[in-house]
């Protein structure tokens, strides 16, 4: 689902990255983000819906590049709570 939603994406030893979702979905999302990510990498992944407080977090796999900083992510298994709230945001498929 087309979603734009405010993400920081940690990677492992490394500061922040800003970034924004462009799709969000069950199994993952794409962002367009501030700094380049390598692929293959696990960042740990925090987005939030301002309006409402829903707050989603976990840790996903970089799985490819589509265009400069703008990347595919795969959500490793999220627990359950945030995957319920992932679901909330996404409605039902």
């Known amino acids: 689902m087309r979603l734009a939603l405010p993400c920081v ?7 922040p990255i800003w970034a924004e979702t462009i799709d969000l979905g069950e199994g993952g999302m794409s962002v367009r983000a501030a700094r380049p990510l390598p692929t293959d990498a696990t960042v740990s992944f925090d ?6 407080h829903t707050h989603v ?3 996903a796999t970089v799985l490819r590049s589509s265009a400069p900083r703008v990347y595919g992510l795969e959500f490793e298994q ?9 679901l909330e945001l996404v409605g039902p498929a």
Do not use: F, I, V
């Open 9 to 15: 994406l940690t990677p492992p030893a490394s500061s």
């Open 78 to 86: 999220l627990e359950a709570p945030m995957r319920e709230r992932l």
């Open 47 to 52: 987005l939030a819906r301002d309006d409402d």
């Open 57 to 59: 977090e976990g840790r």
